[in-house]
């Protein structure tokens, strides 16, 4: 019964290895769109004002959202250390590749390319997280404070699925360093900038070993979208809970209730990390945890990387499709307007006219 429970979690590290075809599948389309669209927006910086689709991931600074990412992407590529790590808003396209007729993969098969570096290709992760800390002290220097300028990353791989997130600085209380006094307010202000909107799904992360009805996670969730319907919990540590307690009635929405529900993992501690635990181990680990745990095995679906990385890709095109024909209508109304002022300007109508065309047929 135990093993039929978790048939759908991975053997062999890959994190979306035992996901169906037709999951793996979802988002071809309108994802790749929208990032197109995301690029081209963050190149315009404020002279844009049409929100795109997108996944924020929430948390405080200890609530395991590096952990949580570098879970779902399969590779260790994000800044690490004891004080505040995530500086500037993150934004991670995940692209998935098609794989091999035999299903094999080369060293060369993943790699991560930087907008700011545009068409360098970087196949060594450690020099993504170098090239991370890079940028952020560029902007905010080596001190501990935050910045609101993003820097994007797509990361192209087989493993994963087609997914944005927006990874923001993580909530912290106490000033460190020369931080100013004012951090905290800093920080929700930065977040709710970007979970206000409708067209942002929340992924608000959560520690099992603390009190979830008092998650900062979930209170800047509660804030933006009261009723819950565009917030995806995830209940990160389940493997440090008290003995003799479990995650259930989280998992179930009874402590704190989510249209969209929540999914339970088992990340790597900071310990693992400084012990240089793979990916692939802490997924293996993750397994035979749910699997040992009968607690667990009637809620199959809403536990491990792997459900959360389907999940979260399923959501995600959902709510593009929701919102398409608003998207298509704003950025038509926009266009317009451009074509207009670009025509009074003495450009060719026969120009402005076939260009709009064809970024009509783009979306």
């Known amino acids: 019964m135990a093993e039929q429970?978790?048939?759908?979690?991975?053997?062999?590290?890959?994190?979306?290895?035992?996901?169906?075809?037709?999951?793996?599948?979802?988002?071809?389309?309108?994802?790749?769109?929208?990032?197109?669209?995301?690029?081209?927006?963050?190149?315009l910086g404020s002279a844009s004002t049409i929100d795109l689709p997108q996944v924020a991931v929430v948390?405080?600074?200890?609530?395991?959202?590096?952990?949580?990412?570098?879970?779902?992407?399969?590779?260790?590529?994000?800044?690490?250390?004891?004080?505040?790590?995530?500086?500037?808003?993150?934004?991670?396209?995940?692209?998935?590749?098609?794989?091999?007729?035999?299903?094999?993969?080369?060293?060369?098969?993943?790699?991560?390319?930087?907008?700011?570096?545009?068409?360098?290709?970087?196949?060594?992760?450690?020099?993504?997280?170098?090239?991370?800390?890079?940028?952020?002290?560029?902007?905010?220097?080596?001190?501990?404070?935050?910045?609101?300028?993003?820097?994007?990353?797509?990361?192209?791989?087989?493993?994963?699925?087609?997914i944005t997130l927006v990874d923001l600085p993580g909530i912290t209380r106490?000033?460190?360093?020369?931080?100013?006094?004012?951090?905290?307010?800093?920080?929700?202000?930065?977040?709710?900038?970007?979970?206000?909107?409708?067209?942002?799904?929340?992924?608000?992360?959560?520690?099992?070993?603390?009190?979830?009805?008092?998650?900062?996670?979930?209170?800047?969730?509660?804030?933006?979208?009261?009723?819950?319907s565009r917030t995806i919990g995830v209940i990160t540590k389940l493997d440090i809970m008290d003995r003799g307690t479990d995650a259930r009635n989280f998992l179930l929405g009874n402590v704190v209730p989510l249209r969209l529900g929540y999914i339970g993992i088992v990340n790597r501690s900071q310990e693992d990390i400084i012990a240089n635990k793979s990916i692939r181990d802490a997924l293996a680990y993750e397994e035979e945890f749910f699997h040992s745990r009968p607690v667990y095995h009637s809620l199959a679906d809403r536990c491990g990387v792997p459900q959360l990385a389907k999940k979260l890709n399923q959501i995600l095109v959902q709510h593009i499709k929701a919102i398409l024909p608003e998207l298509k209508a704003r950025i038509n109304s926009q266009m317009v307007s451009v074509v207009k002022e670009l025509?009074?300007?003495?450009?060719?109508?026969?120009?402005t006219a076939d260009h709009t065309y064809k970024i009509h047929r783009g979306i």
């Open 5 to 43: 429970a978790h048939s759908n979690i991975p053997t062999d590290g890959n994190p979306n290895s035992n996901i169906s075809p037709p999951s793996a599948s979802l988002g071809q389309s309108v994802i790749p769109i929208v990032n197109r669209l995301q690029d081209i927006f963050a190149q």
């Open 59 to 162: 948390g405080s600074q200890s609530s395991g959202k590096s952990s949580v990412l570098e879970a779902l992407v399969g590779r260790d590529f994000l800044p690490r250390g004891a004080d505040i790590c995530t500086r500037r808003p993150l934004v991670l396209q995940l692209v998935q590749l098609p794989r091999g007729e035999d299903g094999s993969l080369s060293e060369t098969a993943e790699w991560g390319e930087f907008l700011h570096l545009s068409g360098r290709r970087i196949f060594d992760f450690n020099a993504i997280r170098r090239e991370i800390q890079a940028e952020t002290e560029k902007e905010v220097g080596l001190n501990k404070g935050v910045s609101d300028k993003q820097i994007r990353l797509k990361i192209f791989s087989p493993n994963v699925l087609n």
């Open 174 to 228: 106490v000033p460190v360093g020369d931080q100013p006094s004012d951090i905290e307010a800093r920080i929700r202000t930065m977040i709710l900038s970007y979970i206000k909107h409708e067209t942002c799904i929340i992924l608000a992360v959560s520690p099992a070993n603390s009190d979830l009805s008092n998650s900062d996670a979930l209170q800047m969730a509660r804030m933006a979208d009261p009723d819950g």
């Open 343 to 351: 025509s009074s300007y003495g450009w060719s109508r026969s120009f």
